[in-house]
């Protein structure tokens, strides 16, 4: 299976910051991923797909970057709706593998 | 728009079968343009991908669940079935149907809601 490792597990920020989440797949995925965002109680969002395709309808302040193995995701000001938990995903080969999630929470 | 929504029971007991179903609305299970699929996320953690199906006939599972899972489709009500046999209370989670684009663009960029499904006697 390929592993996905996203750092940070958890950051807190403020409104108006700008961050940067990253996901390191175990082997070379190429462009196969995709990020999701997920609220409580809520199912998963799709944010940006082919790593760095962003989803119709999702705000211009999300951007996603990488190929290979190393990839990022960046909120470039952060708005009060962006505290969530975000997902990366690969889709290169089966079976389908999400990392483990990083917790966005006000600081 | 395209929905889907998962439908089933919330409470299963230990070594019985869990089944669910997930309706299709705005789309057709029968497109070559998709793959149909399940994700489960016990409460509190990550997301597990369990498996998909593609037009209608062609299956791929998690081999962590393979040889307790099948997903099967009625083309003629577009809905796709999920069913784990044999569960344990590590089956506990909310369970997602969801769409799958195809090929080089893929992701999952429609999701159901969740049910949660509780392993209990």
């Known amino acids: 299976d390929i592993q996905l490792t996203q750092s940070p597990s958890f950051l807190s920020a403020s409104v108006g910051d700008r961050v940067t989440i990253t996901c390191r797949a175990s082997?070379?995925?190429?462009?196969?991923l995709a990020w999701y965002q997920q609220k409580p109680g809520k199912a998963p969002k799709l944010l940006i797909y082919?790593?760095?395709t962003l989803q119709s309808g999702v705000p211009s302040r999300f951007s996603g970057s990488g190929s290979g193995t190393e990839f990022t995701l960046t909120i470039s000001s952060l708005q009060p709706e962006d505290f969530a938990t975000y997902y990366c995903?690969?889709?290169?080969?089966?079976?389908?593998?999400f990392g483990g999630g990083t917790r966005v929470e006000i600081k | 728009q395209v929905q889907l929504q998962e439908s089933g029971p919330g409470l299963v007991k230990p070594s019985e079968t869990l089944s669910l179903t997930c309706t299709v609305s705005?789309?057709?299970?029968?497109?070559?343009?998709?793959?149909w699929g399940w994700i489960r996320q016990p409460p509190g953690k990550g997301l597990e991908w369990i498996g998909n199906?593609?037009?209608?006939?062609?299956?791929s599972y998690n081999p962590s669940l393979e040889s307790r899972v099948t997903i099967s489709v009625d083309t003629s009500k577009d809905q796709f079935s999920l069913k784990l046999s044999s569960v344990t209370a590590a089956d506990t989670a909310i369970y997602y149907c969801?769409?799958?684009?195809?090929?080089?663009?893929?992701?999952?960029?429609?999701w159901g809601q969740g049910i949660l499904v509780t392993v209990s006697s």
């Open positions: 969801a769409r799958e684009v195809y090929g080089d663009y893929a992701a999952f960029d429609y």
């Open positions: 705005g789309g057709s299970v029968s497109s070559s343009s998709y793959y």
């Open positions: 199906i593609y037009f209608g006939v062609s299956t």
């Open positions: 082997q070379g995925i190429s462009s196969y």
């Open positions: 082919a790593a760095s």
């Open positions: 995903q690969q889709l290169n080969g089966y079976p389908v593998t």
